[in-house]
């Protein structure tokens, strides 16, 4: 499962460069990003093109976070060691890594602005440096809230949390409240209540969703299913109004609800990197997230996007690709190869979204749905648990090899 679509060969999508000679091997490649977009492009791009093109990865952290698995750092923030790995040692001996934030990108120049002053030239760039959390103009949220993008994310809500924990009692607890019910709300919300089950500590839980369902605008029967897990472990859901302002007191929901919190985590939704809005290309104007043809090129053609960082068009379908994991690994081995073919002058493929199911995990529990081959289309127990453990195993094994799968296995 979560294989990586047929790619159809899209001559309508190939293009010539005036000057581009196919034994021209010195084109510089660089990619933005050490997500799952940008870490399996890279792979990708190695083994296509063999030290044919120069290739430059800049992230502006040093590793390849297992982001969904990164709530589990909540709990346990001994995992992060099984679940990140360094760029240095992921990337060929070829690959040049910049550990640097990128500033600003030069169509025109063709140039890379990095936050150490320094600049890197391409000719070809793969933008996959993700989104950052919108926080949709809520007074208040962005100054009160943590939120759930990256490793240091996850260990400052653990701190959080704990630290909540020493100040309080059985007649006072520790209030946290997650807003979102998304993936990374539920799952939060799963570890956190682990967290607090293991430790015996006094905390309640709310995970708060404007909309009327957990897990909104998906299948009735997993929402079911989820919600009742979530019950099960002491969360109190609270769905079908808004946060409509924070304090660092409390989160006001509605009209009147009023909710005091010792710790606030916003999952709420993605927008773009800041500087994509000064990138002149195609994109959306409301998040600046960058659009591209179903080959991953934007309205530069020297310029490609994939993951987060994109709204990947897909042929037939009103809606974009999704923001998922999934969506993010199937993409970037096309997008990596896509990039070696501009490289051979070669027509590129388009790329098609094939959604595999998905497989949510709370705390040591899951529930599934929608997986290829299950025989029943939404379920839980122990085979949904194997599921959650194998999509993370396969991914490492693909980037890593069997021994990191092993080291990981037991805490995934």
Request: hydrophobic residues 35%; aromatic residues 8%.
């Amino acid at each position: 499962m979560w294989e990586t679509s047929p790619d159809s060969e899209a001559d309508s999508s190939s293009f010539e460069l005036a000057g581009h000679k196919s034994e021209n091997l010195s084109e510089k490649i660089v990619v933005l990003g050490s997500g799952y977009a940008g870490t399996g492009a890279v792979k990708q791009l190695e083994h296509e093109l063999d030290g044919e093109a120069e290739i430059t990865w800049i992230s502006d952290v040093d590793h390849h976070l297992v982001l969904h698995e990164s709530h589990r750092c909540i709990r346990n923030p001994d995992i992060q060691d099984k679940i990140t790995f360094s760029c240095e040692e992921l990337k060929s001996e070829s690959t040049r890594f910049i550990n640097a934030h990128v500033e600003n990108l030069d169509q025109d120049e063709r140039t890379i602005y990095l936050d150490d002053g320094s600049t890197v030239d391409y000719d070809y760039v793969l933008v996959a440096f993700g989104s950052k959390t919108a926080f949709f103009g809520i007074e208040g949220l962005k100054e009160h809230s943590l939120t759930l993008k990256n490793l240091e994310d996850a260990l400052e809500i653990h701190e959080a949390i704990i630290q909540a924990t020493t100040e309080a009692t059985r007649e006072d607890p520790a209030q946290v409240v997650i807003g979102g019910a998304g993936l990374s709300g539920i799952q939060s919300a799963g570890e956190i209540a682990e967290l607090r089950d293991e430790r015996d500590a006094p905390i309640e839980i709310h995970l708060v969703e404007g909309l009327d369902n957990v897990f909104p605008n998906n299948d009735p029967n997993v929402q079911a299913k989820l919600a009742k897990l979530l019950q099960e472990k002491g969360v109190n859901i609270m769905t079908g109004e808004f946060i409509g302002e924070v304090d660092e007191d409390a989160v006001y929901i509605g009209d009147d609800t009023e909710l005091k919190y010792d710790v606030l985590l916003w999952t709420g939704g993605i927008t773009g990197q800041t500087c994509t809005e000064n990138i002149s290309i195609d994109k959306d104007e409301r998040s600046n997230r960058l659009n591209t043809e179903a080959t991953f090129q934007t309205s530069d053609n020297r310029v490609f996007a994939v993951g987060d960082a994109a709204l990947v068009d897909q042929p037939g379908q009103e809606e974009p690709a999704p923001p998922t994991a999934q969506a993010a690994w199937q993409a970037a081995k096309v997008a990596g190869t896509n990039l070696a073919r501009t490289v051979h002058n070669q027509s590129l493929k388009t790329w098609t979204y094939t959604d595999n199911g998905t497989v949510i995990s709370i705390g040591d529990d899951a529930v599934a749905h929608g997986v290829k081959y299950a025989p029943v289309k939404t379920f839980e127990g122990t085979f949904a648990e194997y599921l959650k453990k194998g999509i993370a195993a396969r991914w490492l094994f693909k980037i890593s090899g069997p021994t990191s799968v092993a080291n990981a296995w037991s805490s995934m």
